[in-house]
């Protein structure tokens, strides 16, 4: 018979009398931070039409001059005055379409969705630089300003929900509301078999799909092994977060965590407790890998979320 998996645990502002909310942590399978590792791991003035399929919203790509990148990019839907645009940033090692390709389709129904491809991502070449979650945060900044938008919502999974954070606390003006997936701001937010398990990355231990999106799309696809060391050194190098810059970010955020993820559950309580005007969701029975296939539970929760009016 076919396990039946609960319902998603939707938990809302932080309660008044401090009370904790029950949480588990899920065991961690050291074969698990092998599959995990990668995944935490040119101007053209015109925008080119995307082939789409029979009733999908309208697409639209195109290269921007970005902090010296040429970033590729892409605009699913139309503007209305409903809605301000909804801005996708992509996991480490990854390409829109491995951490986004479930849910855009259904969340550029209702409103506009932008969803670009970061430095040395997918179809955006990498320069002699870095990465890092600040410097990203600047990029998404300033191609949001290339493209004459003001304020938008954003939707960050893995390390894009980092960079989503970073956006709120360098670009705070940018930002109406947050979705921050499977994302950390200290380094004991991940076990340490995690981290132990970094510093004997491989290029051989990188997810098959994300290499193979990697391979399919880069401009440049022989700088794969540059590529994963300069996303592994990113996490190596990574240095914890002071709590009261959380604490500054007044955009509402919704924190999203898997039961089974390498962020711990009880980080992404941390998280839901510093944010001031913050919300949480714990969604059963899924992993860091598999959260992204969680399309429906993901949509129907972040429109919600998204949709509703601000807290007075």
């Known amino acids: 018979m076919r396990k039946e998996i609960p319902t998603p645990v ?6 008044p009398d401090g009370r904790k909310f029950p949480m588990r942590t899920a065991e961690m399978k050291i074969h698990f931070f092998t599959a995990a590792i990668s995944a935490l791991l040119l101007s053209i003035p015109s925008m080119v039409p995307i082939a789409a399929m029979e009733g999908a919203p309208r697409v ?7 902090n010296g990148l040429k970033m590729y990019y892409e605009i699913h839907g139309t503007a209305d005055g409903n809605h301000p645009p909804l801005v996708l940033l992509h996991g480490g090692g990854s390409t829109i379409d491995t951490s986004f390709g479930k849910v855009l389709r259904p969340l550029a129904e209702t409103r506009q969705v932008i969803a670009f491809e970061q430095q040395g991502h997918g179809h955006t070449a990498d320069v002699d630089r870095p990465f890092s979650f600040e410097q990203s945060a600047d990029d998404a900044a300033a191609l949001l300003r290339h493209l004459k ?14 960079i989503a954070l970073q956006i709120a606390i360098r670009h705070p003006e940018l930002v109406r509301k947050l979705v921050v997936a499977s994302a950390m701001f200290k380094r004991d937010g991940l076990s340490p078999e995690f981290w132990e398990s970094m510093k004997r990355a491989t290029l051989q ?24 060391d ?18 500054k970010i007044g955009a509402p955020t919704l924190v999203m965590i898997a ?18 005007h913050a919300q949480l969701a714990v969604l059963p029975g899924t992993d860091h890998m598999t959260l992204v296939n969680r399309a429906e539970w993901q949509v129907s929760m972040i429109k919600a979320f998204l949709d509703a009016p601000a807290a007075k």
């Open 10 to 15: 939707v938990i809302g502002q932080s309660r």
């Open 60 to 66: 639209q790509s195109g290269y921007a001059p970005v």
């Open 259 to 276: 039961d089974g993820d390498i962020v711990r559950p009880e980080h992404a309580v941390e998280m839901f407790r510093l944010l001031p």
């Open 149 to 162: 938008i003001g304020n938008a919502d954003f939707f960050g999974y893995s390390n894009g929900g980092n």
């Open 205 to 228: 231990s990188m997810p098959a799909e994300l290499r193979e999106a990697y391979l399919g799309v880069a401009p440049h696809p022989e700088q794969l092994p540059a590529f994963h």
């Open 230 to 247: 300069k996303s592994v050194r990113r996490m190596l190098e990574f240095k914890d977060w002071r709590p009261e810059d959380l604490r």
